[in-house]
């Protein structure tokens, strides 16, 4: 079999890895009856293929029970914007942004890990994403950050430090 290679996550950059595409093990019985362990017989079924990312779990479509299905997951997973160019600058912004929110959330604006939700996070960073002409300098960053807060009933003042 030849070597497979996946493009990059098109969402984050991050590793890609094909899944599934193979016999789905089943019991074996011998001739009286007794288990003898799991196996495959040309009667097993295929498990889907399809490609996963290793980092954000991103994953394209799967492809059932065809002797080419692992070849079409692979191909649908390529089939898309080229990581190579200029698209490979958005997963690196977007890198930063998740590695700086909890970073400000907790270093910063002080406040507890029990407030600082997953959902909370993630709002903050497509938030900043989404407006990512505040990322400029850190003043405007923490005062976009602030708004978003405060929808979610959390004002970074309440925990400042004295």
Known sequence: ???????????????????????IPEPQIDSTGVYIGMGVTPECEISPAYVECTN?????????????AVEKAVEAWNARADNDTEATKVPAL???????????????????????????????????????????????????LREVLKKYDIDPDDYEEE
């Open 56 to 68: 954000c779990h991103a994953y394209g479509p799967d492809f059932d029970e065809t002797e080419d």
């Open 94 to 144: 977007l890198a930063f942004i998740r590695q700086e929110v909890p970073f400000r959330l907790k270093n910063i604006f002080n406040i507890p890990d029990e407030k600082i939700s997953p959902n909370i996070v993630d709002v903050c960073v497509w938030s900043l994403y989404d407006n990512s002409d505040v990322m400029f300098d850190y003043d405007s960053m923490d005062e976009h």
């Open 1 to 23: 079999m030849e070597k497979i290679e996946l493009k990059p996550c098109p969402f984050c950059g991050g590793k890609a890895e094909l899944k599934g595409g193979d016999f």
